[in-house]
């Protein structure tokens, strides 16, 4: 049997990976393990950058994306600037499972998931409402650097790999701003021969490296999950040395279920579930 394990950025990855390991660990699937590990954190109004307690953009809409990816088949499925949703990653599932198209944006999306039976909801908290109030009433107010993407990797016990993303993104961004949370290779990668990967931090220059792609390849030319992670960030401070202090962070999980991360920030915090109680860990900056 495959080592079964569950790994999501930021502390409050806890709680959605502990929902994983519920579904791993009686023997559930990797891809529900995702879905259903995501939607908890979607649905915490706790957490200022995903889902319902997320911070809407520049007009006081929300705008969510989301993608999951099977990584034994490659199949993907992606939603960009989606609305009245608040579990984006469950309609980028359905994209996956019941749509000819990898990747659905806007209105198309929104369509997308009324056709698919899901229910249009309230997306914006009264909490969100008053901080976008309130920067709304700042006069030289520009988008909020919170960006706090759960990216969830996982393995079942029959060893399939599955990666998952879902964000509200940047605070109080353009509209139509998309990161690199739903684009595939750069939020999020998945190969059953290799690994899976995912990003967090300053999409807009994690998508510029296709940094979760990027993570996988060196684990299919035979680095660990830790050093992948590391070698990837070392490539893109090198490339640019003045981005030193920049948010960029990376999970990942071999193919053989070991797992890594890394940091530019001091620290930085991640959920894991591994057949025991699910734990945070942090790993310092590299």
């Not at 009686?26 to 529900?32: E, F």
């Not at 605070?171 to 595939?184: E, M, N, T, Y």
């Not at 390849?217 to 893109?236: H, L, P």
Request: aromatic content about 6%; overall charge negative.
């Amino acid at each position: 049997m495959a080592k079964i394990i569950a790994i999501a950025t930021w502390d409050f990855g806890k709680a959605a990976v502990a929902k994983s390991g519920e579904i791993l660990a009686t023997g559930g699937t990797a891809i529900d393990a995702v879905e259903k590990g995501i939607n908890v954190a979607e649905l915490d109004t706790n957490i200022v950058s995903v889902g319902y307690g997320g911070m809407p953009n520049a007009t006081g809409e929300m705008e969510f994306d989301a993608a999951i990816m099977n990584g034994r088949t490659h199949a993907v499925g992606s939603v960009a600037t989606l609305t009245g949703y608040s579990r984006p990653i469950s309609v980028a599932r359905a994209v996956m499972e019941k749509c000819q198209h990898s990747m659905l944006v806007g209105d198309g999306a929104r369509k997308f998931a009324t056709e698919q039976g899901f229910a249009i909801e309230e997306t914006l908290s009264e909490e969100s409402k008053k901080k976008y109030s309130l920067w709304l009433a700042d006069k030289n107010a520009k988008p909020e650097f919170m960006h706090d993407t759960i990216g969830l990797l996982a393995m079942d016990c029959r060893g399939e790999l599955v990666a998952g993303c879902s964000t509200s993104g940047m605070a109080f961004k353009h509209p139509g701003r998309v990161g690199d949370s739903p684009l595939i290779g750069s939020g999020l990668y998945a190969d059953i021969e290799a690994g899976a990967a995912a990003a967090t931090g300053n999409g807009d220059e994690i998508l510029k490296f296709c940094m979760s792609f990027l993570t996988v390849e060196f684990m299919r030319n035979g680095d660990s999950a830790m050093q992948a992670c590391q070698n990837v960030i070392k490539r893109f401070v090198a490339q640019h040395p003045e981005k030193i202090n920049e948010d960029v962070n990376l999970i990942a999980l071999s193919a053989d279920g070991h797992y890594g991360a890394a940091t530019l920030r001091d620290s930085f915090a991640f959920g894991l579930w591994d057949g025991a109680q699910a734990r945070c860990q942090s790993v310092k900056r590299i």
